[in-house]
């Protein structure tokens, strides 16, 4: 039985306000999804940290935003949902890495491509294999035959972590993983702008700034062997050092301090008040002088310092 009612079908009935009706009816579901994600947010969570990390690939496709979809589907349980992703993103990252390699498949079934492209050297047997249990995976998804359809929830969850992992190793092994031990700064600038844009995109399972300090976090560690993260129960943190101002923006809100710590060439964006900024203006404190000044933050919820305060004046040198 398939009993499809999400929805209350108000021209059957006369009212005269049907919009607040809808719009209750719309408050009412979501309060129950979000009782749902309090409810299930630690097994999302769990699902998520079940996923294989493979570092950073430059090239890409099409195919990543299914691979994305794939991750967010597996992590809310859908796994069905997830093989069948998967199964496609393999085929779309199969044909990508053939059009990179100077060769037209397009036209031949996945099983041809996948062993066309081993008889040429393009990737080895090992990795095939790999492609050929993704492809199996994704047929019995989609054919959606009585074996299919008789495995229970952990079976299915297998298969999708099994599809899951087994694509991102595919996908770093032949595309290639940046070595943070040899990475340039520009490159790993890059890498951080990019993790911005994302941030601010619309796809699914995006969690905005949130996100992006993570994967900041994680990208910075690897690449410096330094972890961002205070790790100290979340007590305040101060910093006397002597800085370069960069700018003075008092155009947003709040108003803001760009200053280059001289002693590491890091930049720290501070926080300020009107008092803060009235201070700096009596100081006559200018973009381009170089100042002393402690500055204070309490770190968030990952114990990385994010707002950045200043604790008494800034001080001008020279």
């Known amino acids: 039985m398939f009993i499809d009612s999400k929805k209350f079908d108000y021209g059957k009935f006369a009212y005269p306000d049907s919009d607040k009706l809808i719009d209750r009816d719309k408050q ?97 047997q090992a ?38 992992n087994t694509i991102k190793f595919i996908y770093g092994s032949i595309l290639g993983v940046v070595d943070y031990k040899t990475v340039e700064s520009s490159k790993l600038l890059g890498i951080m702008r990019k993790i911005a844009e994302e941030a601010a995109s ?40 002597i800085y370069r101002v960069d700018d003075i923006d008092e155009d947003g809100e709040p108003f803001e301090l760009s200053l ?5 060439g890091m930049v720290v964006i501070v926080d300020l008040t009107n008092g803060d900024l009235a201070k700096i203006r009596e100081e006559a404190i200018n973009e381009g002088n170089i100042v002393a000044a402690t500055l204070m933050s309490v770190p968030n919820d990952l114990d990385m310092t994010a707002e950045w305060r200043l604790v008494g004046n800034v001080k001008k040198i020279g």
């Open 127 to 164: 990795v095939a294999d790999k492609f050929h249990v993704i492809r199996n995976l994704r047929n019995d998804c989609l054919h959606f035959n009585q074996g299919f359809k008789q495995k229970d929830q952990p079976t299915l969850k297998a298969n999708a972590l099994q599809a899951l």
């Open 202 to 241: 619309s796809d699914p399972g995006k969690l905005g700034i949130d996100e992006a300090t993570i994967r900041t976090r994680n990208v910075f560690a690897n690449a410096f062997g330094v972890d961002i993260s205070m790790n100290n129960a979340g007590r305040p943190v101060f910093k006397t050092s």
């Open 28 to 124: 009412f579901l979501k309060k129950a999804y979000l009782k749902w994600m309090q409810d299930t947010v630690n097994e999302i969570v769990a699902r998520q940290w079940e996923i294989d990390d493979i570092g950073v690939v430059e090239q890409s496709g099409d195919f990543v935003k299914l691979l994305k979809e794939a991750e967010f589907t597996y992590s809310l349980g859908a796994y069905t949902s997830a093989i069948s992703l998967v199964g496609v993103c393999a085929e779309d990252l199969c044909r990508f890495f053939a059009t990179t390699a100077g060769h037209s498949f397009d036209s031949l079934s996945q099983f041809d491509r996948v062993n066309r492209l081993v008889s040429l050297g393009a990737f080895s």
């Open 260 to 264: 280059m710590d001289m002693s590491c």
